[in-house]
């Protein structure tokens, strides 16, 4: 990885799309579709090849960070927003200028002790961390270089 990357998280309620779910996809692989607020759109917009993602249950219990996972295709328009028989379809969108954006995402290995939501606000180093701020609720997010050599510590050792 080269100084360059930045740190991801993306969240997924395991009802949905779990972390199972990706490590036994065809080639741990998925698209990463169906967001629907622009801020986050803007996060997978910015994603490039390489980067490292954290795999985070939402709305579990308990919710924690299961594994790792890399950008293996950088974002591109979101064909759910076209598909008329999709959940995600989105009448405004237009192929010429596409509003939404997805990324492909590879499962790297899941994390032996995957921190619960409780651990990761008991960590002072993470106070300033995105996913611990009141009201978030982006599903998409940037991790620092420090939150994330922080989570990968707890997630190994416990």
């Given amino acids: 990885m ?3 990357h930045r740190r991801w998280l993306v969240k997924s309620e395991p009802t949905t799309f779990s972390w199972q779910d990706l490590w036994k996809a065809p080639r741990r692989t998925t698209t990463w579709d169906g967001v629907r607020n622009f801020q986050a759109r803007n996060f997978l917009r910015e994603m490039q090849v390489g980067d490292p993602v954290f795999f985070y249950h939402s709305s579990a219990d ?10 293996v295709r950088a974002g591109y328009p979101d064909d759910t927003a076209f ?8 009448p405004k969108s237009d192929r010429a200028q596409p509003t939404w954006y997805m990324v492909d995402l590879r499962a790297v290995r899941p994390l032996r ?27 998409v997010q940037p991790v620092t270089e420090q939150e994330w050599d922080i989570i990968e510590r707890i997630g190994e050792t416990g």
């Fill in 83 to 90: 598909d008329r028989k999709s959940d995600h379809f989105d």
């Fill in 62 to 71: 308990p919710t924690a960070i299961m594994g790792i996972c890399e950008v």
């Fill in 2 to 4: 080269t100084p360059a």
């Fill in 113 to 139: 002790s995957p921190p619960t939501l409780a651990r990761l606000r008991e960590e002072r180093g993470l106070s300033n961390m995105v996913l611990l701020k009141k009201g978030s609720r982006l599903s």
